[in-house]
């Protein structure tokens, strides 16, 4: 166990770690919406911008289909009009080519609203970078960039829900905490010998730069498509039903892990991946919860985390699924979290 991250419970006789308690900061709880769920559109409600104002705004979407808008609201539901808030922030507002969004990560230190952006209209597919923050301004984060492996292409997009999917990657920053190091999107369903989406899976990687310099030799303001850094060289994982992707993590400890199917509505577990990036071990479908079930209540289907303000907010990913109870834990707490639960299954 040489060489794990401090406060990680390596005993033999250790039992199932319970899940963290919820996170609600102040400055950013309360908000409209806050209770969880869904309104009638399907709308999923997020805090908002820290550096807003006042307590109480909120940034709505609906998850259930990738061309959706996001909107701003202050802390009494009113829809802010501010710049590009103005009838909602669309996917091809700042980006004109833009058809889906493939993920989105909200940053507590550059306070903005990171969202990677596909363009189908190109074979193979193009992505972006964009952002916006509390004023409606919107930036582009980097430039057009065509990727060149196939395995990125955009998925289930006849359905256009990439970034509701559960096996559509989620954004991380590689300094570990908001406002730090560049972006990754790591799609581990991904064939880089053959350049497709079929078995065995080696993975392909975005690493996206938006603060300058250079990445993978590429100069700043692009991104570079890699297969370096996900899973050791040689290491194949997966079958037809292998979906990692939409992971948290890494965590100190390079354990990542997400939930893809839940079975709560009868109070019972969550079940989903686990995989040491480290070592390229993969656990398929393992048990994330005790008998006793998680803080939160999901109506049927599927979870996503969503990378929110230093934390992972829980959310219903399809049309009926609704989030309610505790949705919001902090990153910190869910990666010790996850770290303890690989050293129970032996992935530590």
């Known amino acids: 166990m040489a060489g794990l991250s401090a406060n990680i419970l390596t005993s033999k006789n250790r039992a199932f770690p319970n899940w963290p308690s919820g996170y609600f ?163 581990y369903k991904a064939n880089t010998v053959n350049d497709n989406a079929t078995q065995p899976y080696d993975g392909v990687r975005l690493e996206i730069n938006t603060s300058g310099g250079t990445v993978n030799g590429i100069a700043a303001n692009t991104m570079a498509e890699t297969t370096d850094g996900l899973i050791p060289n040689n290491i194949f994982t997966g079958d037809t039903n292998f979906d990692v992707d939409s992971m948290m993590g890494p965590t100190a400890n390079g354990i990542m892990g997400g939930i893809i199917v839940d079975r709560l509505a009868g109070g019972g577990s969550l079940v989903g991946y686990m995989l040491n990036a480290n070592t390229g071990q993969v656990l398929r479908k393992v048990t994330w919860n005790t008998s006793f079930g998680v803080p939160f209540y999901i109506t049927s289907g599927y979870v996503k985390p969503f990378p929110w303000l230093g934390s992972y907010a829980f959310q219903g990913i399809g049309s009926a699924e609704t989030a309610q109870g505790v949705w919001n834990f902090s990153r910190e707490s869910l990666h010790n979290f996850m770290d303890e639960v690989a050293v129970y299954y032996g992935l530590l």
């Open 25 to 187: 900061p102040s400055e950013s709880w309360p908000f409209y919406g806050s209770q969880g769920g869904q309104n009638a559109s399907q709308k999923r409600k997020f805090p908002g911008f820290l550096n807003f104002g006042s307590v109480g705004s909120t940034i709505e979407n609906a998850l259930g289909n990738s061309t959706s808008v996001w909107t701003m609201y202050n802390g009494q539901g009113t829809a802010q009009t501010a710049g590009q808030w103005n009838g909602g922030w669309a996917v091809n507002e700042q980006w004109s080519d833009g058809d889906y969004w493939s993920a989105a990560y909200m940053d507590r230190v550059d306070n903005k609203l990171y969202c990677l952006v596909n363009d189908v209209g190109t074979s193979p597919n193009t992505y972006r970078m964009v952002s916006i923050d509390k004023d409606g301004n919107g930036a582009y984060e980097t430039a057009a960039y065509q990727i060149t492996s196939t395995a990125l292409q955009g998925w289930n997009q006849a359905a256009g829900q990439q970034i509701a999917y559960g096996s559509s990657p989620l954004l991380y920053r590689t300094g570990g905490v908001d406002g730090t190091g560049n972006f990754r999107w790591d799609m």
